[in-house]
C-alpha cells in the first residue's frame, strides 16, 4: 500500500525479558475505581457503574523525561495498572475476561486538573484535560505468563522520595475482569487495547524538577523527571 504521507508511527511498549514490543491500538480509561479516591475528589463511594474515556495510542511516553504540558498550571499524578489484552471481543463474561490479558505494566495517567474541573463544571468533553500529549507514561509490559492472574498487589507513586500515593489493586470497586466486560459491551475490545484501570487516593499536583517513583508489586517500577518544556 502506498500513502501520500509517511505513515504515522504504531505506538508500542516493549514487553519485559524479550527484545519484543506490544503494539498497541487504543488506550482506555476507567474514572473513579478506587472508593478513597472518589472520597477525595468530592464524589460519594459507593458501586455506580464505571465510566471510561479515552487517550491517543501515541499519549504514552516510554521516555524517562515528563515535559510539563502547556496550558495548565495543575498536572496531577494518578499511578495506575495497566492491563494488556492479546484478544478481545464483545460483550464479554467476567469470568472469561482474563484469557484476553496478555500482560500488566505501571502507568501514570497524567491529568490537567484545572482544566479537567472546568470541563466538568461546564459539561464539556474531557479530552484536553486527560488526553494530551505523553499524558500516558508506561513502564515496560510484564507478561501474565510470568506472574500469573493479578488480583493483589500493592500499588504505590512516590515524589522525590516522599509517598502520595498507596493502596492495593484489590481495592478496586470493579476489579480488572469486570471492567474487561463492562467495557466490551460498549466498544469491540481488539488485540493492542490497554486499559488504565483508575487510581487510588493521594492525586496531586506536579512541579518542574520534581522525580516520580511508581511501582506495583510484581509489574514493575515507573521513574519519571518532572521537566520544565523548553
Ligand atoms: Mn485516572
Redesign the pocket.
Known amino acids: 500500500m502506498s500513502f501520500v504521507i509517511a505513515a504515522p508511527k504504531q505506538a508500542s511498549v516493549p514487553v519485559k525479558g524479550t527484545h519484543l514490543r506490544f503494539p498497541v491500538r487504543r488506550i482506555y ?1 476507567v ?1 473513579r475505581n478506587y472508593h478513597d479516591h472518589v472520597a477525595e475528589m468530592g464524589g460519594i463511594p459507593g458501586r455506580e457503574p464505571p465510566f471510561f474515556f479515552q487517550k491517543p495510542a501515541d499519549a504514552l511516553l516510554l521516555d524517562e523525561n515528563f515535559l510539563y504540558p502547556s496550558a495548565s498550571n495543575d498536572v496531577h499524578h ?1 499511578v ?1 495498572l495497566v492491563v494488556a489484552l492479546h484478544s478481545g471481543g464483545k460483550n464479554l463474561a467476567v469470568e472469561d475476561a482474563s484469557r484476553h490479558i496478555y500482560g500488566y505494566a505501571v502507568g501514570i ?1 497524567m ?1 490537567r486538573r484545572d482544566l479537567q474541573g472546568e470541563a466538568k463544571k461546564a459539561g464539556k468533553p474531557w479530552e484536553v484535560a486527560n488526553a494530551f500529549d505523553h499524558s500516558a507514561p508506561i513502564s515496560g509490559i510484564t507478561p501474565k505468563a510470568d506472574i500469573g492472574l493479578l488480583e493483589r498487589a500493592s500499588i504505590s507513586l512516590h515524589v522525590n522520595k516522599v509517598q502520595r500515593q498507596n493502596s492495593d489493586i484489590s481495592e478496586m470497586i470493579w476489579s480488572v475482569t469486570e471492567i474487561i466486560s463492562e467495557l466490551s459491551k460498549l466498544f469491540e475490545l481488539h488485540a493492542g487495547d490497554v486499559i ?1 484501570t ?2 487510588p487516593s493521594g492525586v496531586g499536583p506536579l512541579q518542574p524538577g520534581e522525580r516520580i517513583h511508581a511501582a506495583i508489586e510484581r509489574v514493575g517500577e515507573l521513574t519519571l523527571q518532572v521537566c520544565k518544556p523548553s
Open positions: 480509561c474514572g494518578e495506575e495517567d491529568t488504565f483508575g487510581t
